[in-house]
């Protein structure tokens, strides 16, 4: 597979893109970058995040390539208003430094990834059709200083969250695997089960946490240290 060829999957329609930025050159660079695949094409550029939330709303798309720092509303913003209203549409956000603060903010918010601006096309190309399929996607650089600054400051847990002990122990392992961005083909090869079996226990392992998507785990087991025990 060449760096810019299609994926092909077994669904043969193209995954639907907005793309929210206040600026003009980059919504057409991301065009530009996205329609170069026959998989993906994008159905709606918008200038600020208040429009996005229109343009989502009436278009469906997807997913949301949703610029973090805009005026009248900005990407945070704009991303918490679309996970509560249209939470089939998944949101990744780009920024101009891979070491943005509003990092951890974003993903509470309920973006399912987070890349910088000067990362790789391919990267972001990867990086929509993994959110299509609703897995957790950094950029290179944000990786690197998710690892950094969480290992160099990891947070203080006294005791496991009570709702830990809801989980079976295979729950348990599933959810560590989530929290390292493990895809379910990979839990399935680390735990020897099969993928339909894992899926089954990812949405249990949500459920009784209470958590929204794969990317609300990782949020979880980092801020509860889970990832040192």
């Known amino acids: 597979m060449t760096d810019l060829e299609a994926d ?12 929210v930025d206040d600026q003009a050159v980059v919504r057409s660079g991301l065009r ?13 550029e918008a200038g600020n995040g208040d429009e ?3 343009m989502v709303a009436e278009l469906g798309p997807e997913v949301v390539l949703m610029d973090i720092r805009m005026p009248v509303l900005d990407g945070i913003a ?3 208003t679309l996970t509560a209203r249209t939470p089939g549409t998944r949101v990744l956000i780009l ?14 918010a309920g973006a399912v990834g ?16 993994a ?19 969480f290992l160099a400051d990891p947070p203080e847990v006294h005791r496991p969250p009570p709702d830990l002990h809801h989980l079976t122990q295979r729950e348990h392992e599933v959810l560590l695997l989530l929290g390292r961005g493990a895809t379910n083909t990979e839990i399935a090869r680390e735990l020897i089960i099969g993928e ?14 209470g958590l929204r998507d794969r990317t609300q785990a990782v949020v979880y087991c980092y801020e509860n240290g889970l990832l040192h025990r």
């Open 95 to 108: 920024t101009t430094y891979a070491a943005d603060e509003n990092l951890y903010e974003a993903l509470r």
């Open 196 to 209: 339909a079996t894992v899926k089954t226990h990812v949405a249990r392992t949500l459920a009784k946490l």
């Open 8 to 19: 092909p999957g077994k669904d043969d329609r193209p995954i639907r893109i907005v793309v």
């Open 32 to 44: 530009m970058i996205l329609e170069s695949q026959s998989d993906l094409v994008v159905i709606g």
């Open 131 to 149: 959110a299509s399929r609703d897995q957790v996607q950094l950029g290179p650089g944000v990786l690197r200083l998710v690892l950094d600054r």
């Open 78 to 80: 704009a991303t918490r």
């Open 114 to 129: 987070f890349f910088a601006k000067t990362d790789e096309p391919q990267d972001i190309i990867e990086a929509v059709r």
């Open 52 to 54: 996005g939330v229109d």
